[in-house]
């Protein structure tokens, strides 16, 4: 499997999601307590590099949502998205595209935007492009929710990607040899993940007053992160 198969085929990473080898659970758990906490209202949502919805299904089923819009280029994992909300009681639509682009296409406001393990795939000044485009479309109480990959301050993409892979290899137990493999080689390839002090600097310079740290995986490869 080539790692460009990785996502027009899907199969490996809804592995990863299933597994929760990545601690998407955890995350959206701590997540939808935050959310509780802060708003009080009928949620819009933007979700940038959705995927097929499964980690957020439990968010949409537990608050009162307004609006869902979906972003990612996968169609297929678009296909399956569409498969699951259909079943929900909510208003959503799901595009197709970049997420840059997407976003700059829109003009509504939103109370919630979500990017889970999809900014780690831009270079950094897409990265702050991104931040800068969620800021616009957010309303001024809105918040923006970041579980991603992240560097350990003062740590390069070699050692980062030697922590990644041993613990892929521990723990990724669903994985054939061939689907790890190629998940290994797309990570080396085009992961580009950067420091909570770096996600601070975008945050800041997108209009946002706090950019913190909210929960890390026992690993310290994995992080909420909530922008406001």
């Known amino acids: 499997m080539s790692t460009s198969q990785i996502f027009d085929d899907w199969s490996t990473y809804e592995k990863v999601v299933a597994g929760d080898y990545m601690h998407h659970c955890d995350f959206f758990d701590v997540l939808m307590d935050e959310i509780a906490a802060r708003l009080s209202r009928p949620l819009a949502i ?14 949409l089923e537990r608050f009162e949502i307004k609006r869902y ?16 909300l259909i079943r929900l009681s ?8 970049s997420m840059l682009g997407g976003l700059r296409n829109m003009a509504a406001e939103f109370d919630l935007a979500i990017a889970s393990y999809s900014l780690h795939h831009l270079e950094s000044c897409d990265k702050q492009a991104t931040i800068t485009e969620c800021r616009r479309l957010l309303r001024p109480d809105a918040l923006l929710a970041v579980i991603d990959v992240f560097l350990e301050e003062g740590e390069s993409r070699p050692a980062y990607f030697e922590r990644w892979q041993k613990n892929a290899r521990e723990t990724f137990a ?10 290994l080689e797309h990570v080396h390839d085009c992961d ?18 706090t950019v913190e740290p909210i929960r890390e995986d ?7 992160v909530m922008f406001c």
């Open 192 to 209: 580009i993940p950067e420091t909570v002090s770096s996600y601070r600097e975008f945050g800041i310079a997108a209009g946002f007053a």
């Open 174 to 183: 669903s994985l054939k040899q061939g689907e790890l493999e190629a998940l």
């Open 69 to 84: 819009v979906g972003i990612d280029q996968s169609q297929v994992a678009l296909d399956r998205a569409h498969k699951a």
């Open 218 to 224: 026992r690993e310290r490869l994995n992080k909420l």
């Open 90 to 97: 909510i208003s959503y639509e799901l595009q197709s595209g």
């Open 46 to 59: 933007i979700d940038i590099g959705c995927g097929d919805a499964r980690p957020i299904l439990p968010l």
